[in-house]
């Protein structure tokens, strides 16, 4: 959000706004119902689609940060990652899958695919590719497996 843009919004609109804020006065203090928020939110939304904003708009800055977010998560999942490796504990399932899992992180994979699932702090992070970082931890969860007496 553009604090400009917003300013500027507000100085060519004012006496709209300051209308709107008049009428929702008078409406919560003199209508004591559903209906009062039904009107509320009836101006509030007219309000918010007159000065502008596109629904797209609040999609792409949401899916923005959701994007940001979750890069920020891979990263410290990463390094928590390369921390851990040493602690991790390797388990074959029955269904031949295998689950490798640190205090932070849980890794589910299959033998053979390219790609396993990662959960960092109980919030899923998606499909990760089995290369660099990702196959050193398997590796290492693995020979930690095979040292501790478990069959790998």
């Known amino acids: 959000m553009d604090w400009q843009v917003w300013s500027e919004f507000f100085k060519q609109n004012w006496l709209i706004i300051l209308v709107a804020l008049i009428i929702l006065f008078l409406v919560i203090n003199l209508v004591k119902t559903v209906i009062k928020w039904l009107i509320v939110i009836i101006i509030a939304v007219a309000l918010f689609i007159y000065s502008g904003i596109s629904m797209d708009q609040i999609k792409d800055t949401v899916s923005g940060v959701t994007e940001q977010t979750l890069s920020a998560l891979q990263q410290e999942a990463t390094?928590?990652?390369k921390k851990e490796a040493a602690d991790a504990k390797f388990e074959k399932n029955q269904d031949g899958t295998y689950t490798i899992r640190t205090t932070n992180l849980e890794v589910l994979g299959t033998p053979g695919k390219s790609t396993v699932g990662v959960t960092?702090?109980?919030v899923s992070l998606g499909?990760?590719?089995v290369k660099g970082t990702m196959k050193s931890?398997?590796?290492e969860a693995k020979?930690?497996?095979s040292t501790s007496g478990n069959p790998s």
């Open 79 to 81: 390094e928590v990652m």
């Open 120 to 122: 960092f702090r109980g």
């Open 127 to 129: 499909e990760w590719d």
């Open 137 to 139: 931890f398997i590796e």
């Open 143 to 145: 020979s930690n497996a």
